[in-house]
């Protein structure tokens, strides 16, 4: 567990900033393009603190948190990818309950406001890209609970435009979690939530389980997973104008509403303009690709509340398809893959990676490790259960352990040379429910249905056949037995470290 205290956003800066792990600067961003602009170009980067954000005085930006897994590791104490995958696995298996506390305990009820409520005044919206026409929300949790959600609690994230004042749209991909709470409750009630902004780490970081639902079904205490991940519970508050809702009390920002599901509006000016949907731009998606606007439920606003504004309240806005978005999305995944493998057959699955190549909901690999002849075709099993269960997930990978998954080269080359191509590759569930934001099955859904079309998916398995090792025995160089600088000065074994890149360094250096 780390030593760090990471409860609220604020402690985790200050303790990154005593560490010398926070980039902070003076100099004014603009949320319209420029914010984004800084933090693709950062991509990967540091933390990053903004003191200054134009035109919002009370206002502070805070990117990268979750931009490089080192800091995620430091964060939580994991030691390393698989033992994170390990341990947020472990959090999804034995969830700490949250504790509900009293206003007065809330910091993020300091200041109460049920008047003037446009989100948008206090909680700044940001413009991605210059196609996009208009500034969104994305970054908020969303938070609900109890009855509406079979007694759990659902954390997650829904893009959000508030184009009128108290009223904005609130996306729902289909299939998800909330898109379950609002067909049960459609036509009967609204649903009553919070988008929570400026989180403790852990719940970030929960809320990006999406479409794990074998693992994390309807009903599960989703922010007691991040209770787990932070080691203590986190603290909840009943919210101010909507009964049957909590927010976090640790949060800098939460705005109070109701959903409705039968009042649909159109994401954007231009969409509604032509009443079209899936055409117009709105802000990028997870898959690499430009969003598009639909028509979408609506939320109502009831009550904005936050930290004292002279205590300058800050925010997470992150771009999409970046290295801390897609991170904060496939942390979990990644660990309820794990567990949905090691579910079907325990100690199959090894580890589990999503490249970024991949995409947030995209694609897996798998590490298998075959104990005996049992285990031979278990791997298959869970690959085609992989892609049956997780909406828009259109790759499954499944490689020795002798292949390391952190190098898409190795795994490339596991694909080359041990993959039969009549055998190996299996479509297995064509016809399928598809993925809004997934533009292939977006463009071949036609009209019907849920508007998407599976093509059904692609299970590769690169494994070797049990018993058959020793036709796929890789060399070893005796490369641990040999020290460079017996031959050669320091600054030509520095020359040739900084030369070997990639796949060449990975081989070079492990001796095969």
């Not at 009630?189 to 999406?210: D, H, M, Q, Y």
């Not at 693992?215 to 909507?242: K, M, R, T, Y």
């Not at 191509?421 to 569930?429: H, K, L, Q, T």
């Not at 060399?475 to 320091?490: C, E, H, K, M, N």
């Amino acid at each position: 567990m780390s030593d760090l205290d990471v409860t609220s956003l604020r402690s985790t800066l200050e303790g990154l900033a005593a560490r010398g792990q926070l980039v902070t600067t003076d100099v004014p961003v603009d949320p319209d393009l420029q914010f984004a602009a800084v933090q693709k170009r950062m991509d990967g980067g540091p933390p990053v603190l903004f003191e200054r954000v134009e035109g919002y005085e009370h206002a502070r930006f805070v990117m990268n948190l979750f931009a490089q897994t080192g800091v995620i590791d430091l964060l939580f104490g994991f030691d390393g990818p698989r033992d994170r995958t390990r341990r947020i696995a472990d959090a999804i298996r034995k969830p700490l309950a949250s504790r509900v506390v009293d206003r007065a305990q809330a910091p993020v009820q300091e200041v109460v406001r049920t008047e003037g409520l446009n989100p948008v005044d206090f909680v700044v919206p940001i413009r991605h890209t210059a196609e996009e026409e208009e500034a969104t929300l994305g970054s908020g949790v969303t938070l609900l609970s109890g009855p509406y959600f079979g007694g759990g609690t659902h954390i997650g994230y829904n893009r959000q435009n508030f184009r009128w004042g108290d009223v904005g749209t609130f996306q729902i991909a289909p299939g998800s979690h909330m898109w379950m709470a609002s067909a049960e409750f459609y036509g009967r009630e609204r649903l009553p939530l919070t988008i929570n902004f400026g989180l403790p780490p852990a719940v970030t970081l929960a809320a990006g389980a999406g479409f794990d639902y074998v693992v994390l079904p309807h009903g599960s205490d989703e922010i007691a997973v991040a209770g787990a991940l932070q080691g203590s519970p986190v603290e909840l508050v009943p919210a101010v104008s909507v009964p049957d809702a909590l927010a976090v009390a640790n949060a800098e920002y939460v705005i109070e509403g109701y959903l409705d599901p039968t009042d649909r509006r159109y994401e954007t000016g231009r969409s509604e303009e032509t009443k079209q949907q899936g055409e117009h731009p709105f802000h990028p998606e997870w898959a690499g690709y430009m969003g598009k606007a639909y028509r979408a439920p609506t939320f109502q606003v009831t009550a904005i509340t936050h930290r004292a504004l002279d205590s300058r309240p800050m925010i997470e806005p992150m771009i999409v398809h970046g290295a801390e978005e897609n991170n904060i999305q496939t942390s979990v995944r990644t660990a309820a893959l794990y567990e949905l493998g090691n579910r079907i057959m325990p100690g199959l699955v090894h580890d589990v990676h999503i490249p970024f190549a991949m995409t947030d909901w995209g694609g897996a690999i798998f590490q298998i490790d075959k104990r005996s002849k049992v285990d031979e075709g278990y791997q298959r099993n869970v690959l085609v259960a992989a892609l049956a269960s997780s909406r828009g997930m259109r790759i499954a990978i499944a490689v020795d352990k002798d292949i390391d998954i952190y190098s898409t080269d190795d795994v490339m080359w596991a694909l080359t040379t041990r993959v039969d191509p009549n055998s190996d590759m299996i479509v297995p569930v064509p016809g399928g429910a598809g993925q809004a934001f997934q533009p292939s099955e977006r463009a071949s859904g036609g009209g019907g249905g849920s508007g998407t079309a599976f093509e059904g998916g692609l299970a590769i398995d690169a494994t070797i056949p049990y018993g058959t090792a020793d036709q796929f025995a890789r060399p070893r160089y005796a490369v641990d037995t040999v020290d460079l600088s017996r031959w050669f000065a320091d600054d030509v074994v520095a020359r040739v470290d900084k030369d070997q890149q990639g796949w060449l360094r990975l081989l070079a250096q492990s001796g095969q």
